[in-house]
């Protein structure tokens, strides 16, 4: 998990990054907290990267909260 940020509207949020298949798929999401970080929510969706020869992976992630509420996230 990368640093989590705190948005305007007080949501907690932290970029994740799973293995889903045998082959090395790998998927990346955010999961999120309303209430500090007593429970915290995985995304309804996200980003799925197939494996090339077995090799997969996300690292390196940022997110950012722009002006206008919406959400930037970097990944390598």
């Known amino acids: 998990y990368a640093n989590p940020i705190r948005t305007s509207t007080g949501r907690l949020i932290v970029t994740s990054g799973f293995v889903i298949g045998d082959d090395g798929t790998f998927a ?3 999961v999120y907290s309303d209430d500090n970080g007593l429970t915290w929510t995985k995304s309804a969706s996200g980003l799925t990267i197939p494996s090339i020869g ?3 992976g996300v690292s390196g ?3 950012i909260e722009r002006a206008d509420g ?3 996230i970097y990944a390598r």
């Open 28 to 30: 990346g999401s955010v």
């Open 54 to 56: 077995g090799e997969g």
């Open 61 to 63: 992630t940022a997110i």
């Open 70 to 72: 919406s959400l930037l």
